[in-house]
């Protein structure tokens, strides 16, 4: 079945630092696979997906994250975190499920930044 | 311009009752979906609909009801017979016309249901 495994629940670095968000997903064929952004009280918003091509895909708000079929996995990095990217993370696979496209979410990584 | 609006933000429900969440979007995508979220337990799919007049149980649908009387809107009843309705509720809307589209989902706001 089609699952993602975020396995850090709640990370904290400092502003200025690197940062980067696990992600593994379970997908028997090639994955469509997103990064999404959540502030308290708000919905989600997309920082970046892939679907094909470069293994490197760059998103909104300086993030990155890089494909790695062998590890499955899609790690989201950030080369200097500032203060407004404290939120919640969540790293989805698309899936054809129920004759229907659907997203699989992970459970969040939530993320804090100190001064 | 387009968007998902749910309404309210807050609501607040009595042992017993049942209340409904509005969801409303005027980006004309077929498919609409309502996700339930708890802390630490990412998001959960209750119900979904990919055309007028049907829709499909998610994961978590016992509790909960749904109608897609129009392509803009989608409202979720939250039954007395869901136990636990706490919780931050999500809709979310994709165009699906191929599967690149299908996947790229607009979110509303949320609404959060506290029972009292």
């Known amino acids: 079945a089609q699952s993602v495994t975020q396995p850090d629940i709640h990370i904290t670095v400092s502003e200025g630092a690197s940062l980067e968000l696990r992600c593994n997903y379970s997908?028997?064929?090639?994955?469509?696979l997103f990064w999404y952004v959540q502030s308290p009280g708000q919905g989600l918003q997309l920082l970046l997906k892939?679907?094909?091509?470069?293994?490197l895909v760059q998103g909104i708000k300086g993030f990155e994250a890089e494909f790695k079929r062998s590890q499955s996995s899609f790690n989201l990095r950030k080369p200097s975190v500032h203060w407004s990217d404290a939120a919640e993370y969540f790293c989805?696979?698309?899936?054809?499920?129920?004759?229907?496209?659907?997203?699989?979410f992970g459970k969040g990584t939530k993320l804090t930044v100190n001064p | 311009d387009g968007g998902i609006t749910q309404s309210p933000k807050y609501l607040f429900r009595k042992e017993g009752q049942n209340v409904t969440l509005s969801c409303e979007q005027n980006?004309?995508?077929?498919?609409m979906y309502w996700y339930r979220q708890d802390p630490g337990q990412g998001l959960r799919l209750i119900y979904y609909?990919?055309?007028?007049?049907?829709?499909q149980k998610g994961d978590i649908a016992e509790g909960y009801s749904v109608s897609r009387e129009k392509k803009e809107s989608f409202p979720l009843t939250v039954t007395s017979a869901q136990k636990n309705p706490t919780a931050f509720y999500l809709c979310?809307?994709?165009?699906?016309?191929?599967?690149?589209?299908?996947?790229?989902?607009?979110f509303g706001s949320g609404t959060r249901l506290t029972v009292v």
């Open positions: 979310a809307s994709t165009d699906i016309k191929n599967r690149r589209s299908a996947y790229g989902y607009t």
């Open positions: 997908y028997g064929a090639t994955p469509y």
């Open positions: 892939y679907f094909s091509g470069d293994t």
């Open positions: 989805a696979v698309g899936a054809r499920m129920g004759g229907s496209e659907k997203l699989v």
């Open positions: 980006l004309n995508h077929d498919a």
């Open positions: 609909s990919q055309i007028v007049n049907d829709f």
